[in-house]
T-cell receptor, first 114, second 114 residues
Framework: GAGVSQSPSNKVTEKGKDVELRCDPI?????LYWYRQRLGQGLEFLIY????????KSGLPSDRFSAERTGESVSTLTIQRTQQEDSAVYLC????????????FGQGTRLTVV | KNQVEQSPQSLIILEGKNCTLQ??????????LRWYKQDTGRGPVSLTI?????NTKSNGRYTATLDADTKQSSLHITASQLSDSASYIC?????????????FGKGTLLTVNP
């Protein structure tokens, strides 16, 4: 596609359930980022993938959070046993390799845990 | 630790006034710095990029400056408009090798009131 695509755009789930969020990066973009943004807050780094290198998982807030990406394709962010504090917009961005990478963001998935 | 700090966290100004947003970074080795604008409910979009050798760059009413020695950047908005109300995010690219990882600041939330 022309841009970064995220699905679903909105997700309401019950506390304790697992959710899976999907990100389709721009074709050819080797880098992929997941960020969390709570209402009125800044971007909170979660995880970074670069090609086939080991991902930087330093931003994942707990072991309930995990993410996968195969090569330079789709990524999924999984949150197990969701809690109310997980409610936020989850943004995905991708960028090319190179000296001046520009991150292109998806529209985000708004997760509400009730 | 590579960090990007932005100030102020939030700012309210009247339409037509000027304002300056600040970004300090400790990312090393530095490659480049971008300012992004994030409208409410949307993903961030790149406004301008600053490389190591550039001191100032303008994009319409937006002027970005960079002091690579003090590791500071600013974004100056002239004659503000209501549509400038958004979050402005400073993003620094880590240089060296082939993996130009991006480090995001938490953003400054700008509100322009009539």
């Amino acid at each position: 596609g022309a841009g970064v695509s995220q699905s679903p755009s909105n997700k309401v789930t019950e506390k304790g359930k697992d959710v899976e969020l999907r990100c389709d990066p721009i074709s050819g973009h080797t880098a992929l980022y997941w960020y969390r943004q709570r209402l009125g807050q800044g971007l909170e780094f979660l995880i970074y993938f670069q090609g086939n290198s080991a991902p930087d998982k330093s931003g994942l807030p707990s072991d309930r959070f995990s993410a996968e990406r195969t090569g330079e394709s789709v990524s999924t962010l999984t949150i197990q046993r969701t809690q109310q504090e997980d409610s936020a917009v989850y943004l995905c961005a991708s960028s090319k390799q190179g000296r001046a990478p520009e991150a292109f963001f998806g529209q985000g998935t708004r997760l509400t845990v009730v | 630790k590579n960090q990007v700090e932005q100030s102020p966290q939030s700012l309210i100004i009247l339409e037509g006034k000027n304002c300056t947003l600040q970004c300090n970074y400790t990312v090393s080795p530095f490659s480049n710095l971008r300012w992004y604008k994030q409208d409410t409910g949307r993903g961030p979009v790149s406004l301008t990029i600053m490389t190591f050798s550039e001191n100032t760059k303008s994009n319409g009413r937006y002027t970005a400056t960079l002091d690579a020695d003090t590791k500071q950047s600013s974004l100056h908005i002239t004659a503000s408009q209501l549509s400038d109300s958004a979050s402005y995010i400073c993003v620094v690219s880590l240089g060296g090798g082939s993996n130009y990882k991006l480090t995001f600041g938490k953003g400054t939330l700008l509100t322009v009131n009539p």
